[in-house]
């Protein structure tokens, strides 16, 4: 039987793209050949890049708009080094809402001056910081659009006199947004998107070009662009799995109707945990994120009884991060709703039964 897994990531993916994934490693498209051992210079792998890439920009609402779509490799993290290395000249600002956001901050500050604009780690992350303005003088502004340890999600995006970076990785796809307000945006595949191992780049075309050092080539964005992400041998089954969700999400109506379903599930999670006695939220209220529930039991002594029943539930993956504790509930866009409600059962029974 399938488990209800709330996993941070890796993510749980549609069930009907695992499927074809499965069958394309075999074999890919009728060819006699599997997907991971087909030349990726080969027509039939230009094709699937190419639908990949055209997805996520169609998706996003970037057709035409000066915008590339790159998928790479190394992880978000690597994206961390790798904006600042093609964008900063002297100095950047960033917003610190969190774990990835201050290792961002980290590797910026090997090439410039680093200006934290707001930070919410006076208070463990728990909220988003408001009300700070963007400095004129900065090369950019970077900011991470969802908090998966802490489980908080910027609602209201800042306007930025500057260029504006954001780290996507856990809410790409998942509710509407004017993506055109951001110049790059970078996602690890593994939350909304596919299997680990690649990494969506969007990047303002315009924006490159600006920084006097030199760039190692597989750290220059320009290289990949001219090369449509196959500067070296790119991640053939992440891209191929990414782009089979991707033509998923499309098929079920785009972003706006994916939203739709994970407010949906925001909703009764979060109802849960402010109606049951026995459950305390961790996020402020007002910056709850839809995709990552953070929350833990106001007395731990039930936590083994509560382990137990989840357990027997069929949940996997709902064990908080260790800089939190408690429990996470990561309700990512291929999470079923009948998942969200099989935990709030869970989460009920404990109380009648305490």
């Known amino acids: 039987m399938k488990k209800h897994n709330f996993s941070a990531g890796p993510c749980i993916l549609p069930q009907e793209v695992l ?26 792998f230009i094709e699937v890049m190419d639908t990949a890439t055209a997805l996520a920009l169609e998706l996003l609402g970037l057709e035409g708009k ?3 779509a790159l998928f790479l490799q190394g992880g978000a993290s690597t994206q ?3 904006a600042a290395y093609n964008l900063l000249e002297t100095k950047a600002g960033y917003l610190n809402t969190g774990t990835w956001a201050a290792k961002s ?31 004129s003088d900065l090369d950019y502004f970077h900011c991470t659009s969802n908090n998966t340890i802490f489980g908080t999600q910027i609602k209201d995006f800042p306007t930025s006199p500057v260029p504006m970076v954001c780290d996507m990785s856990s809410d790409i796809f998942s509710r ?35 920084v006097t050092r ?76 839809t995709m990552n529930a953070t929350f833990n039991l106001v007395d731990d002594k039930l936590k083994d009884t509560f382990d137990t029943m989840a357990k027997e539930a069929g949940m996997n993956g709902i064990n908080g991060h260790r800089s939190v504790g408690g429990y996470r ?6 999470l079923p709703y009948t998942s969200v409600a099989a935990l709030v059962e869970v989460m009920s029974e404990l109380e009648r039964k305490a």
């Open 19 to 44: 499927l074809k994934a499965s069958e394309a490693v075999i074999d890919f498209n009728n060819s006699g050949l599997s997907l991971i051992e087909i030349s990726h210079r080969s027509k039939p």
């Open 176 to 210: 509407t947004l004017d993506f055109s307000k951001f110049d790059l945006i970078y996602a690890g595949a593994q939350k909304n998107m596919g299997p680990a191992g690649t990494t969506l780049v969007v990047i303002k075309e315009d924006l490159l070009g600006k």
């Open 105 to 135: 901050i980290k590797e910026a500050k090997l090439f410039g001056d680093v200006v934290e604009v707001a930070s919410s780690k006076d208070a463990n992350y728990n909220y988003i910081p408001k009300g700070y303005s963007v400095p």
């Open 329 to 334: 509930a990561s309700m990512y866009n291929a």
């Open 214 to 289: 030199v760039i190692p080539s597989m750290l220059d964005y320009k290289n990949f662009i001219e090369k449509d992400s196959m500067f070296n041998t790119p991640p053939v089954f992440a891209v191929y799995t990414s782009m089979l969700t991707l033509q998923w999400l499309k098929d079920l109506g785009g972003i706006a109707a994916i939203e739709k379903e994970n407010e949906k599930k925001a909703k009764l999670i979060y109802s849960e945990i402010d109606l049951n006695p026995l459950f305390k939220g961790f996020a402020a209220t007002e910056d709850r994120s």
């Open 66 to 68: 000066g915008y590339k």
């Open 80 to 82: 961390f080094l790798m």
